[in-house]
């Protein structure tokens, strides 16, 4: 079992930033793939940016040379910067890791950006 906590979510005016975290623990040694989703009213839910194996990143096209994942294997945490913040980032993110073939999430961070 893998336990996921965020912190970080809140509003800030457009063009300005924030920092998600996600502290795992129980069996976050197990955990091979960590990031975040987000999800805004009415959409679906979407893949922001991971981290595959503690060194391999993606990212969502709309985030690229904004958002950076990070990763502090000491502290089991994954951060999410996020820069520029533009209002259509404004969505509940999800922290979200794999262990295995077992998928967890987190709460949910509300994060809204005003124009």
């Known amino acids: 079992q893998v336990q996921l906590v965020e912190s970080g979510g809140g509003l800030v005016q457009a063009g300005g930033s924030l920092r998600l975290s996600c502290a795992a623990s129980?069996?976050?040694?197990?955990?091979?793939?960590q990031g975040w989703y987000r999800q805004a009213p009415g959409k679906p839910r979407e893949l922001v940016a991971r981290?595959?194996?503690?060194?391999?990143?993606n990212y969502a096209d709309s985030v690229k040379g904004r958002f950076t994942i990070s990763r502090d294997a000491a502290k089991s945490t994954v951060y999410l910067q996020m820069t520029s913040l533009k209002p259509e980032d404004t969505a509940v993110y999800y922290c979200?890791?794999?262990?295995?073939?077992?998928?967890?999430w987190g709460q949910g961070t509300q994060v809204t950006v005003s124009s």
């Open positions: 981290i595959l194996s503690g060194v391999t990143t």
């Open positions: 129980g069996s976050s040694f197990s955990i091979n793939v």
């Open positions: 979200h890791a794999m262990a295995g073939p077992y998928n967890y």
